[in-house]
């Protein structure tokens, strides 16, 4: 972030598909505040100049058309999968797609703002990887490559990894319930 930028406002920072309207850095407050002085560039308030929390800015101008379709892309396969968040079913998923050896190359959401979602940072690699079919997963319902390349897709494709995970990597899986058991054991006695 830099003054004489122009960034994607949001009023409610944190509510999806809220309006944005393009604003221009103009001065940056105490680092600790976390405050920014922009100028409206468009919307009711087009010409104000206000402080704001830096929270509302989401993303750079030029880049908000491509932030706004995969925020809504994400909506759709976190709703798809919401159901499935917390489940004795998402909790044994959550424990294969821990075990992965390559840590942060998997990931399952893990709050309602993700849903049972899985993200995989190199499709191609860990399909591979996993001997699944990269262009199986890209054809399922609602699964999509963000701007960034990450794959996302929803909870029936987080099981299938998760089950394909358990089928390569036994030995990987087992010791993590293992490790899971050892540490609950003194809880339930």
Same mark, same amino acid.
């Given at each position: 972030?830099?003054? @004489?930028?122009?960034?994607?406002?949001?009023?409610?920072?944190?509510?999806?598909?809220?309006?944005? &309207? /393009?604003?221009?850095?103009?001065?940056?407050? /105490?680092?600790?505040?976390?405050?920014? =002085?922009?100028?409206?560039?468009?919307?009711?308030?087009? @010409?104000?100049? #206000?402080?704001?929390?830096?929270? %509302?800015?989401?993303?750079?101008?030029?880049?908000?058309?491509?932030?706004?379709?995969?925020?809504?892309?994400?909506?759709?396969? %976190?709703?798809? $999968?919401?159901?499935?968040?917390? $489940?004795?079913?998402?909790?044994?998923?959550? &424990?294969?797609?821990?075990?992965?050896? $390559? /840590?942060?190359?998997?990931?399952?959401?893990?709050?309602? $703002?993700?849903? #049972?979602? &899985?993200?995989?940072?190199?499709?191609?690699?860990?399909?591979?990887?996993?001997?699944?079919?990269?262009?199986?997963?890209?054809?399922?319902?609602?699964?999509?490559?963000? =701007?960034? @390349?990450?794959?996302?897709?929803?909870?029936?494709? #987080?099981?299938?990894?998760?089950? =394909?995970?358990?089928?390569?990597?036994?030995?990987?899986?087992?010791?993590?319930?293992? @490790?899971?058991?050892?540490?609950?054991?003194?809880?339930?006695?």
């Amino acid at each position: 972030m830099e003054v @004489g930028e122009r960034w994607a406002y949001r009023e409610r920072p944190f509510t999806e598909g809220y309006p944005v &309207v /393009p604003v221009e850095i103009l001065q940056f407050g /105490p680092p600790r505040s976390g405050k920014v =002085r922009i100028r409206f560039l468009g919307g009711e308030y087009e @010409g104000l100049d #206000a402080w704001i929390h830096r929270s %509302r800015l989401k993303v750079r101008w030029e880049d908000v058309e491509a932030w706004l379709r995969d925020e809504e892309r994400f909506a759709r396969a %976190r709703d798809a $999968s919401a159901d499935a968040l917390y $489940s004795l079913e998402y909790e044994a998923a959550f &424990v294969c797609v821990d075990a992965y050896p $390559s /840590p942060d190359a998997i990931l399952l959401g893990y709050s309602a $703002s993700e849903g #049972a979602t &899985v993200r995989i940072r190199d499709l191609a690699v860990t399909a591979q990887d996993l001997g699944l079919d990269a262009e199986e997963l890209l054809g399922a319902p609602h699964a999509f490559i963000d =701007r960034f @390349g990450a794959y996302i897709a929803p909870w029936p494709v #987080a099981l299938r990894i998760a089950r =394909r995970i358990a089928e390569v990597y036994p030995d990987l899986v087992l010791a993590a319930v293992e @490790g899971i058991a050892r540490r609950r054991r003194p809880e339930a006695i």
